[in-house]
């Protein structure tokens, strides 16, 4: 008898020694599991907080970054440069600085002539002022001096404040006159991060950290700095006040669930042991150097884990007793009975897999129909932001033509100044065949002076994107018509070959639009050749395969294979600075895409470029939204 027991009793300590094992692994999964999950959790909330504090920094930063153009073109600036030694203008450019400043809520509006001495400053009756200081070595005003917008962040070598700087050149045609810059702090960042549970820091190219929640972060480093970025960040004196840039205390490692997330301990300066864990994320902030780091405490992952895996060990517990019991049962109850209920249990468990299944169904189903309707509402905000920019656009074709529509108008009004003053002395004498002819003539001068007005009416109308056949002889006309001072005075040479009776589907005022910029740009690039005579040609044919195609060929400078790959880009231009924003051919394609056509660009035999709109045949087309 005991010898049969002892096998059994060894079979019992190895299923009770199994049975542990399940236990201890079930737990350990399960704090994994849910190790990853609190990561995934807290990288979400992180990424959309680190989304909204690089929306805020670069939203601080844009009040600024047209600031210095605009004062560059203030008749006080411009005249102290003329004149730097007049001290009358000297006391006014200061003046003029002080109350823009007192309006503007910037750190320090200063001038620099093309030395870098500062020759007026919004600071100039201050304690700390930038006057008469040469800032010839800072990168801002050197890259202001090359033609470039100057952005620079450092710690001011008179004010010892931190702040982000905006320059931009002062030209006199081809004379570079000095440099007007503005300085930013961004101190009230600093005081918005300190009242964060999360720590942010935000760190240059160097890996310098120039804003901190933590104050005694600040001006520390990630990781040491090479001896030449030492170098260089000397010779700029971007950091001169800031001491010797010392990497703070930190140590990476990878959570125990794996993954991609990158855990960190720091160590106080005034402790001699790392803290607890920290998630680190990081993003970039647009249109600079710029990295924004958070690091959230993984204290409450740990916690999640560790419940989870409580969790799971108990319930491991559980269904072994529930087994147990149900074992048990089973060898009571009749063979009968337990059918009956191994049936129960089938159909029990169906139903709630059929009950779950319906509930994921009915969850996506909701999930769905909020997709539809943000997508529906991002969609119709794209549709009214691209209205707006090709209103935009209509305005500053409108605004370019204004000398031309000036002189066309002027023509009519003088000569119904002297036929209407004719008229009264012929009246006067009695010759009044004389003053019929005058009256006749003065109606056909307002005729035509009603034509112009007319077209520029119907060119600056805010038209809907309904889609009818449109006769392309008609909107090569219109464009013409908008252009034709232009034509005249700077002599271009104009041919057309437009086939008749041609239509295409689209809406006449924006392909009017359209045609009108690919005209002006052809324009222009024949006047940057100095091509002679400068040469501009207009096709319009059908396509063999189908539609109709309404290209314009110019002799001017062409287009490079380098250009070529961003020419549609929006703010990409070619042009030199404040004679485009490159917002044009980026409007036009949107256009031509909404009429189910392309654009696109290429080399033309003329020796310039060639623009070809391609679009769908509007005599076998129909009308639609």
């Not at 009756?125 to 050197?142: A, E, K, L, T």
Request: hydrophobic share 40%; with cysteine; proline share 3%.
């Amino acid at each position: 008898m005991r010898s049969a027991n002892a096998p059994l009793g060894r079979w019992q300590g190895l299923i009770i020694g199994l049975w542990l094992c399940l236990i201890v692994a079930g737990g350990s999964l399960a704090y994994l599991i849910g190790e990853r999950s609190g990561i995934r959790s807290l990288q979400r909330g992180t990424l959309h907080h680190l989304e909204i504090y690089a929306s805020s920094l670069r939203s601080e930063l844009s009040r600024y970054e047209y600031l210095p153009q605009v004062i560059s073109l203030s008749p006080a600036v411009l005249n102290l440069l003329n004149n730097p030694q007049d001290p009358h203008l000297r006391l006014e450019a200061n003046v003029h600085l002080e109350t823009v400043n007192s309006h503007a809520q910037a750190s320090a509006i200063y001038v620099m002539d093309a030395t870098g001495l500062t020759l007026a400053s919004s600071n100039w009756n201050q304690s700390g002022s930038f006057v008469d200081v040469n800032f010839s070595y800072r990168p801002y005003f050197q890259d202001a001096m090359r033609g470039h917008v100057g952005r620079f962040y450092g710690i001011g070598t008179v004010s010892r404040e931190p702040g982000y700087y905006f320059s931009f050149g002062v030209m006199a045609g081809a004379q570079k006159l000095g440099v007007v810059a503005v300085k930013v702090n961004l101190d009230q960042l600093d005081e918005a991060w300190s009242r964060t549970t999360d720590k942010m820091l935000a760190i240059d190219g160097n890996g310098v950290i120039f804003l901190a929640s933590d104050p005694g972060w600040r001006f520390g480093a990630l990781r040491p700095l090479s001896s030449e970025t030492l170098r260089k960040l000397a010779q700029t004196r971007q950091y001169t006040e800031a001491g010797n840039l010392q990497p703070i205390d930190m140590r990476e490692h990878k959570p125990m669930s794996g993954g991609t997330a990158t855990v960190v301990q720091l160590r106080p300066y005034t402790s001699s042991s790392f803290g607890p864990d920290h998630l680190l994320n990081s993003r970039k902030v647009d249109g600079t150097d710029w990295k924004l780091i958070m690091l959230s405490d993984m204290r409450p992952v740990h916690a999640l884990a560790r419940t989870s895996a409580l969790a799971t060990v108990f319930a491991l517990v559980f269904l072994t007793l529930l087994a147990m019991y149900m074992q048990q049962r089973r060898r009571i109850v009749h063979q009968r009975l337990s059918a009956r209920e191994a049936l129960q249990a089938a159909y029990a468990e169906l139903e709630h897999k059929v009950h779950l299944r319906t509930e994921a169904l009915s969850q996506a189903n909701r999930h769905l129909h909020t997709e539809i309707s943000e997508r529906r509402r991002a969609e119709e905000a794209l549709k009214n932001t691209l209205d707006d920019l090709v209103q935009t656009g209509k305005m500053a074709v409108l605004g370019q033509m204004s000398a031309g529509i000036t002189h066309e108008l002027n023509q009519p009004l003088a000569a119904l100044r002297t036929l209407s003053a004719n008229a009264v002395v012929f009246l006067t004498q009695g010759q009044t065949s004389q003053v019929d002819l005058n009256l006749r003539t003065i109606c056909q001068l307002t005729d035509r002076m009603g034509e112009i007005t007319a077209q520029l009416k119907k060119f600056a109308r805010r038209s809907g994107a309904v889609l009818q056949p449109v006769a392309l002889a008609g909107v090569i006309a219109d464009a013409l018509f908008l252009l034709g001072q232009r034509i005249r005075e700077e002599k271009i040479e104009l041919e057309q070959h437009v086939e008749e009776n041609l239509l295409a589907l689209c809406e006449g005022n924006r392909l009017e639009q359209v045609l009108v910029n690919l005209l002006a740009n052809a324009f222009d690039a024949t006047a940057d050749s100095g091509a002679r005579p400068r040469r501009v040609r207009l096709v319009a044919r059908h396509l063999q395969g189908g539609g109709v195609a309404l290209e314009v060929h110019d002799n001017g400078t062409g287009i490079s294979h380098d250009v070529m790959a961003h020419l549609f880009e929006p703010f990409f231009t070619t042009k030199e600075q404040g004679l485009g924003l490159g917002l044009g051919l980026a409007i036009s394609a949107g256009i031509v895409r909404d009429f189910g056509g392309h654009i696109r660009a290429a080399q033309s035999d003329l020796g310039g470029a060639a623009f070809t709109i391609n679009l769908r045949d509007g005599s076998r087309g129909d009308a639609h939204d």
